[in-house]
């Protein structure tokens, strides 16, 4: 992106980072990308009850030049799949996606030929939220989680050594038919 | 249900005319949709439930025989009367008529759909002033006679609703538009040709309304899959799901 | 030209510009030097004031809209498909997702279409009939809410969308406390409904009538006689009795042509022919006019809930016929909703008939007899019909909704051309579309 991600490795690397993280989760803009059932209960998460505007992100932006992140609420149609990937690649970087609820996580009960099955598919998904819908609390906690995810992002070559890390470690992680006992 | 359709007395109803793409001809005797082998619904694999050799035949409700009952004779009667005024022959025009749970329908021969439509607009008797849009239907056991389209005409002047069907061989999926006589029925046939490829001729824009523009097939058809249809768009291509990889 | 940022292309309409950002003045000024003085511009599918995905593609020349036209199908869901490969008490959970904000109208359509197949229609009982209706005219405040919320918003009027979802909110909590879920409730079953009332739920209903009684004037005194919300309104989105006709519009554009048709009253399902209401109607045939019908609806609706707390009596929510009825009541265990363990006890324990009932009722289903019906009830859209085919089988044929909003929804050209492109938007908030109905 722009001068942080050249900064040399060290101190004034994990500064800027620790710095960049809280003022981007601070202020995330969400993209208008209501689909279906989802974008009601996302209305509702910007409503009076659940108020938004305690998290800094009530405002939902018209226009996906001026997001950084996409919610993608509702399932996704093989006819819709084209526009949600332009919008996406409008969208200024750094970006987030949070694939809200199961249709856009993963088709959920719509295992047909509409629908495209998980959205991951079309764009890089960072949180997947399930439920159908999922309450206004539940997307709250993704969204909470994600500015988790936001504050330690890595820059520059640190993420890179990240993004290597995570790929080692999945590459080598059990696999969920292995798994014995309760999975939590 | 009935043995004698109302209308065939004396002069026969339709003359056998298919061989030329016109539905076949009809009887009185319950409409045969396909045969049902078995019982738990399983077609392949071996039988081990020992209800292999059970087999039915699945027939809808054949035609009724007068009276009808209600204020149906009266439409009957209306419809039937407007139509000779026209200079038709009602028995031609209307194939059958059924009477099943309260519901009349007419099976309504499709060359005739556009007058009888718009017979029962127009007569101050029937004024069916609304339809509810048309229903495609897919038998694909019903040869001759495949692909249906099913509309809802509502009278709100006299508060009733009738059901006129219509089909047509799948060799020839052809159904005269009532858009002229509904232009409701215009977003309504769009849908039924996007999704059982029903060509409703005389239609201003036959395109697709639901799936993408290129899409291939007819998604609702009996014989088209339920999913796992591999899909491309701008160079991506999402393939089917057992071609996708794997996590573990 | 070209630039970055607008690449032209030729197509069979004319040069096609995409514009993706950049410098308006150059595409204007090279949109100006074609010959033809034909601007199409698109709107949508993703655009924060049509409704959810619906894409608008309007010829405009200055600020009026020559032609206007709908793209649809973005949401596309192929519910009528999936029906198919369901048992009939499944296809609520499907139904009950396609115009999601209208679940309970969709649920009670479907059941009552598949109860006239099966002839069961004078064996549901008093009680899930009168649930039934309590519920979805609480479903229709709650509908009108939202229309009258994010129509106020596409409009400007924020305010108008904080009152309308505080006031959804309340009912959602009914819906929560009877059905266990906020949306798409899969709660009205074939042949009644998936179970009683839980305690406290009348309470709770009756406190929200109460406090519906005092929030309902303050959008009379919010927008019914704000002459700004007025001036927007009046004369936007006009269409008259015989454009509605000819269109097969119903529900409030029909009734603010002048016309009082209501299912409810011509064609009474649910014993609404008991129940005593209006139908508001209006002569204006214009947005005002329907945001007043919604805005009475929802106190008719008030009137019609409280008569039916007053005749809910203890007694069966679901058909005595064991054939149809699903197997078991449902209680609330420490992991949520499920069977009820006394029934799992007595199946697993006492009676291998009733196992084996419960296991066939369940994985396969009941038959219905060959046929086709046709049921519709009065949505807040307008009809909202069912055809529901049967072959005889454990799944349904086909399921075909006529969703009023999809019918609706084409009067949106009529009602737009010749106007101001700003008044589409009120226009299209006035139709009330709901992608999920319209593109099911």
């Known amino acids: ?184 | 249900m009935s043995e004698k359709h109302p209308n065939s007395e004396g002069a026969p109803g339709g003359e056998p005319l298919n061989g030329n793409g016109v539905p076949a001809p009809r009887d009185t005797s319950p409409e045969v949709i396909g045969v049902r082998r078995g019982m738990f619904g399983a077609e392949n694999g071996g039988d081990t439930s020992g209800y292999g050799g059970l087999v039915r035949t699945i027939t809808l409700p054949g035609a009724t025989s007068r009276p009808y009952g209600g204020w149906f004779d009266e439409v009957a009667d209306e419809l039937e009367g407007a139509l000779e005024e026209q200079g038709l022959v009602p028995e031609n025009a209307i194939e059958k008529t059924v009477v099943d749970r309260g519901e009349l329908t007419f099976h309504i021969s499709r060359e005739y759909l556009v007058r009888v439509a718009r017979t029962l607009r127009d007569d101050p008797a029937l004024r069916f002033e609304l339809c509810t849009g048309v229903s495609g239907v897919h038998f694909p056991g019903d040869k001759g006679r495949e692909l249906h389209a099913v509309y809802h005409l509502r009278s709100i002047t006299h508060n009733r609703l009738i059901r006129l069907e219509v089909s047509a061989p799948d060799a020839d999926p052809h159904v005269p538009s009532l858009v002229a006589v509904y232009p409701t029925n215009d977003w309504h046939e769009r849908e039924t040709y996007d999704f059982f490829g029903l060509i409703f001729d005389g239609h201003p824009a036959l395109t697709r309304i639901m799936m993408p523009d290129d899409w291939q097939g007819f998604p609702q058809r009996k014989d088209y899959p339920l999913g796992g249809i591999p899909v491309e768009y701008k160079g991506a291509q999402i393939p089917a799901p057992d071609q996708r990889r794997s996590y573990s | 030209m070209t630039t970055p940022h607008a690449t032209p292309r030729a197509t069979t309409e004319g040069t096609v510009y995409t514009v993706t950002g950049g410098d308006w003045d150059e595409v204007v000024q090279s949109a100006a030097r074609a010959d033809d003085e034909r601007i199409v511009v698109n709107m949508g599918p993703q655009h924060p004031s049509t409704h959810g995905v619906l894409r608008l593609i309007l010829e405009i020349e200055g600020e009026t809209v020559s032609e206007a036209r709908c793209g649809i199908g973005y949401l596309h869901t192929g519910i009528e498909k999936n029906l198919e490969y369901r048992t009939w008490t499944q296809g609520t959970t499907f139904v009950t997702r396609m115009d999601y904000l209208t679940s309970f109208y969709n649920e009670t359509a479907y059941c009552l279409g598949v109860e006239k197949l099966l002839g069961i229609e004078d064996q549901i009982p008093d009680r899930a009939t009168i649930l039934r209706v309590l519920l979805m005219e609480l479903n229709r405040m709650s509908s009108h809410l939202v229309c009258i919320a994010t129509g106020g918003m596409e409009l400007g009027a924020t305010t108008i969308m904080i009152y309308g979802f505080r006031d959804r909110e309340l009912i959602l909590d009914i819906y929560e406390l009877i059905t266990g879920l906020r949306m798409n409730h899969a709660y009205i079953r074939p042949g009644g409904l998936a179970q009683d009332l839980p305690p406290g739920a009348v309470d709770q209903i009756r406190e929200f009538v109460k406090k519906m009684h005092k929030n309902l004037p303050e959008y009379d005194k919010l927008a019914t006689g704000n002459p700004i919300f007025k001036a927007r309104m009046q004369d936007v989105g006009y269409l008259d009795l015989a454009g509605c006709m000819a269109l097969g519009a119903t529900g409030p554009i029909l009734r603010s042509a002048g016309l009082p048709h209501d299912l409810r009253k011509a064609q009474p399902y649910c014993g609404y022919e008991t129940y005593d209401f209006d139908v508001p109607t209006a002569d204006t045939c214009d947005s005002y006019g329907r945001f007043l019908i919604r805005l009475e609806e929802m106190r008719q609706s008030l009137r019609i809930i409280e008569q039916c707390l007053d005749r809910l009596e203890p007694g069966p929510v679901m058909v005595a016929d064991k054939k149809i009825a699903w197997p078991a009541q449902l209680a609330l265990g420490p992991d949520g909703l499920g069977n009820s363990l006394d029934h799992i006890k007595k199946i697993m324990g006492t009676s291998m008939e009733a196992l084996i009932h419960h296991f066939k009722l369940v994985t396969e289903g009941f038959r219905v007899p060959p046929g086709q019906a046709y049921a519709a009830v009065e949505s807040p859209k307008g009809e909202l019909g069912v055809h529901v085919v049967s072959d005889g089988g454990t799944r349904p044929y086909r399921v075909h909704f006529r969703d009023p909003s999809f019918t609706n929804l084409q009067a949106m050209a009529a009602m737009c051309e010749g106007g101001q492109v700003a008044d589409v938007i009120v226009a299209v908030a006035s139709i009330d579309p709901v992608m999920g109905g319209v593109d099911r």
């Open chain 1, 1 to 184: 992106m722009g001068l942080e991600e050249k900064l040399p490795s060290g101190f004034l690397l994990t500064t800027v980072e620790q710095a960049a993280g809280w003022v981007r989760k601070s202020s995330v803009f969400p993209a208008t990308f209501g689909l279906a059932c989802c974008a009601i209960e996302m209305m509702t998460t910007g409503a009076g009850r659940y108020d938004l505007a305690r998290f800094g992100m009530e405002v939902f932006r018209g226009s996906p030049r001026q997001a950084d992140l996409m919610i993608v609420a509702g399932r996704v149609s093989q006819k819709m799949a084209p526009v949600l990937r332009q919008v996406y690649d409008q969208m200024p970087n750094p970006k987030w996606v949070i694939s809200m609820g199961v249709c856009a996580s993963s088709g959920g009960m719509f295992n047909n030929y509409a629908i495209v099955q998980g959205v991951d598919h079309v764009v890089p998904v960072d949180i997947y939220l399930p439920g159908c819908p999922p309450r206004p609390e539940m997307l709250m906690d993704a969204i909470l989680k994600l500015h988790q995810k936001i504050q330690t992002s890595k820059l520059g070559v640190n993420a890179e050594e990240a993004a290597r890390e995570a790929e080692e470690a999945a590459l080598k992680a059990l696999p969920t038919i292995e798994m014995k006992g309760l999975l939590r």
